[in-house]
């Protein structure tokens, strides 16, 4: 059994392989808006109805009081150092909002890499990927999250696709803007990198097949 789940799993990285020159430049638009984004990602206490509030509560006054950090920042090596540089200044806000909110939660901050699952916010979706991210943890951070795009500026409503077009390719707008038109492709790279993954911890050499 194990042997024909083996081969059935190579003939369908061999089939994928063949036509893996087709997704090799999706597939390179997908890494290079992985590489091009810091996305925030705020975690709430709990999931009680005031935990959740107080996090949004955090969000705003974090992106009222901190967004200029960014500001003039034109690649994501400038916007991680910045983030890193003001990892201080950020806490902090986040504090003060908890306790003059009445709470004493502690609050971590952090630049960390992170894998993220498909999500929506406002107009724009962010596929499934590895991602740099500003991230802050509220109390137990045991409740749901929150986030956005830190840089680019997607945070701001108000970012129009020409704004965009400083940061991100137009193949990369075109993704977010309009995921649906993608998911096959989506659907293909991620069954490709899991199968891929299978064979590389049984020691099969997968680049022979893209001979």
């Not at 916007?79 to 709470?103: H, P, S, W």
């Amino acid at each position: 059994m194990k042997r024909l789940t083996f081969a059935m799993l190579t003939g369908l990285v061999i089939t994928l392989s063949l036509s893996f020159a087709r997704l090799s430049a999706f597939e390179k638009n997908l890494d290079d808006l992985q590489n091009d984004v810091l996305r925030l990602h705020i975690i709430a206490n709990s999931d009680s109805d005031t935990d959740q509030q107080l996090k949004l509560k955090v969000r705003d006054r974090v992106l009222k009081e901190c967004s200029y950090i960014f500001e003039n920042t034109d690649t994501l090596e400038k916007a991680v150092e910045k983030a890193r540089e003001n990892l201080d200044l950020i806490r902090d806000t986040a504090r003060k909002e908890i306790i003059e909110n009445g709470f004493l939660y502690d609050v971590s901050c952090e630049v960390t890499q992170m894998d993220f699952d498909k999500k929506v916010y406002e107009e724009f979706t962010m596929p499934k990927g590895f991602y740099n991210a500003l991230r802050i943890k509220i109390g137990k951070a045991e409740g749901k999250n929150w986030w956005c795009v830190m840089y680019p500026p997607l945070c701001v409503p108000a970012t129009t696709d020409e704004d965009l077009s400083l940061y991100l390719s137009d193949e990369e707008i075109d993704i977010i803007k309009n995921p649906q038109k993608y998911e096959v492709k989506f659907k293909c790279v991620e069954i490709y990198e899991k199968i891929k993954e299978k064979l590389e911890e049984a020691g099969v050499d997968i680049r022979s097949f893209k001979r």
